[in-house]
């Protein structure tokens, strides 16, 4: 059997109210908790601040950023500028903000926090309103391959993946490439399955352009170009076969190779024009990732890492289906239409791309790193749900049973994760009980990002907050965390000598596994090793943590790391020298 019967339980009017209702319940869990943070930015990887830059000096690029893709900067900008427009003619002062913002965003969040909280919650609309976006794409994308059913199934499982929603939660670039990730996907199956194959496979190329312009690993979307590409010569009879072979083939291929350069130029024209200046100082972090990432061992510990992550981006039964659909497309192929391999091509590439490449370099696996591939994950596990309810063997009521307990169970789980959002994460603790319990302008020494630890625009003007041997209180707020440091020499002489402040801050979690303190490669002989054991003149004071169950893993990324805060018993030498440096 090649194709799945048209026999569908659901009529067009009551797949389009249940789709709404997906796609409704999918836009509220987005934006539910939106305001998570501000107007501190503790999410250090999004990217509301670059584009008010870009806005600022008229660019085209960000002359911060010169590592990641510019494409979704460009789309924020046009997202934003119509609240720009809005606070300017309203006279509210943006001159003022601009001012600000050239010093640093915790300034900014100091003299404007309503603006600094308004912006954000405008670039974090965009991001969930391109998360439902992706979701009716997916719809769309598993309709084409085989009908309603499967659609409504697929949208409603990519809707309830807790890793999607909570990275809808956030102003990266990881929700449009999503979206043009299925894009491309919807346009591959059209190639196939419609009669314009030329038309669809050269806009397909395009878009993955722009995907590849958006985030570097959505240039994966390729993958369904060549699945869709193989599977349209297999599929035509053999006279025509012969001329795609002979004569079609290299000016298709060409076509392909030419539209897809042009859509990474219009999605990222910086990185021709300013070539240069790209390879010298962007190019250069990717390549270390490559050349440093390559490992003949491990790959298949973090492929299973991986799996496990699955597990709490969709949760427990979202994922047994998802992985019993694969079981079943592996053991009765046969009534999969064939067109499920133009998604299910992608997973071997790109798996194997993040456990050999990426897994190594982050030590852990987080939800960007396999995000990619949750399109495809859901379309599978649309199918499964699909043959579980017209398995005839399994009566009516144990079916309906089981789905109103998944559904349940779904809608629960994604309800917990984003109440981390609205909740008062260990971050909001710490900076209450550092306002609370330490005098302020204390020396307090971190080596991590403000935003892992605590309120920067809270905590910085009050304290001598000491960043790699540089002092807050002696050096421009913008010059205090961002200019010419020395990490690993600062690091090498903490690791030999200790500390010297009245206070240390470190934090620990999924995304800060291996913090810098531990950059000797030898966590015991670490300074902060020699923190955790007591062996150096700190003791703990507290520690915040957020706990969470093995089976309930509701914790979204970026959110509630454990936080420790030491006090220094002993003070070695006095604190600070004339040019704002430690001793």
């Not at 998570?36 to 601040?49: K, S, T």
């Not at 010169?66 to 300017?88: D, E, G, N, Q, S």
């Not at 309830?160 to 990730?181: D, P, W, Y």
């Not at 961002?482 to 999924?510: P, R, W």
């Amino acid at each position: 059997m090649n194709s799945i019967e048209n026999n569908y339980c659901f009529s067009k009017k009551s797949a389009f109210l249940i789709l709404a209702g997906i796609l409704l319940i999918k836009f509220l869990f987005n934006v539910y908790g939106i305001n998570w943070g501000l107007p501190d930015r503790w999410n250090i990887d999004e990217q509301v601040a670059a584009v008010l830059r870009m806005i600022a000096e008229k660019a085209y690029y960000s002359t911060v950023d010169l590592w990641h893709p510019t494409f979704y900067k460009l789309t924020l900008a046009i997202f934003i500028a119509p609240y720009l427009a809005y606070l300017k003619l309203s006279g509210y002062p943006l001159e003022t903000v601009g001012d600000a913002a050239s010093v640093s965003w915790i300034k900014l969040a100091q003299v404007a926090p309503d603006f600094a909280a308004n912006i954000f919650i405008v670039g974090r609309l965009y991001s969930a309103l391109l998360g439902v976006v992706a979701v009716y794409l997916v719809y769309l994308a598993a309709k084409l391959i085989s009908g309603k059913e499967v659609g409504i199934y697929a949208a409603f499982i990519m809707a309830l993946s807790t890793g999607f929603i909570s990275v809808n939660h956030f102003a990266k670039s990881t929700s449009l490439s999503l979206v043009l990730n299925v894009l491309v996907l919807y346009l591959s199956i059209a190639a196939v399955k419609k009669n314009k194959f030329v038309k669809h496979i050269i806009f397909a190329s395009f878009v993955a352009g722009l995907a590849t312009a958006t985030k570097y690993d959505a240039g994966i979307s390729v993958i369904y170009i060549i699945a869709a590409y193989f599977m349209h010569i297999v599929k035509t009879d053999m006279r025509e076969r012969n001329l795609i072979l002979r004569y079609l083939r290299p000016g298709i291929i060409a076509g392909c190779l030419t539209v897809f350069m042009f859509g990474v130029f219009v999605g990222w024209p910086a990185y021709f024009i300013k070539h240069d200046m790209f390879v010298k100082n962007g190019m250069e972090n990717p390549v270390a990732v490559i050349q440093g990432g390559i490992t003949i061992y491990g790959p298949a510990i973090k492929f299973f890492t991986g799996l496990g992550k699955l597990v709490a981006d969709f949760n427990l039964l979202l994922s047994t289906f998802i992985f019993g659909g694969f079981i079943y497309l592996c053991v009765k192929f046969k009534k999969f239409p064939k067109e499920i391999l133009i998604p299910v091509a992608m997973l071997p590439v790109y798996f194997f791309y993040t456990s050999v490449f990426l897994f190594p370099q982050t030590h852990s696996c987080m939800t960007k790193l396999i995000v990619q591939s949750f399109p495809v994950l859901a379309i599978v596990g649309g199918f499964a749900v699909f043959f579980f309810l017209k398995n005839k063997q399994v009566g009516t009521a144990p079916k309906i049973a089981i789905i109103i307990l998944v559904l349940a169970y779904s809608l629960v789980y994604d309800a917990r994760a984003v109440t981390v959002f609205s909740n008062k994460d260990t971050r909001y603790s710490s900076t209450q009980w550092i306002l609370k319990n330490i005098p302020e302008g204390a020396t307090v020494e971190h080596l991590q990002d403000s935003q892992w630890l605590f309120a920067p625009s809270t905590i910085v003007d009050k304290y001598q907050m000491v960043y790699y041997g540089r002092n807050s209180m002696k050096y421009a707020k913008s010059l205090y965390f961002n200019s010419n440091l020395d990490y690993d020499g600062y690091i090498e002489s903490l690791n030999k000598a200790g500390c010297n402040s009245e206070y240390f801050i470190a934090g620990m979690g999924k995304e800060l596994e291996h913090p810098p303190l531990m950059m000797d490669g030898d966590s015991e002989k670490s300074f902060f090793g020699k923190l955790l054991a007591g062996e150096v003149n700190f003791e703990l004071i507290k520690k915040f943590e957020f706990k969470e169950s093995v089976f309930w893993n509701y914790r979204p990324g970026y959110s509630s790391p454990t936080i420790y805060i030491f006090k220094n018993n002993k003070l070695l030498f006095p604190l600070i020298k004339d040019d704002g440096h430690t001793l």
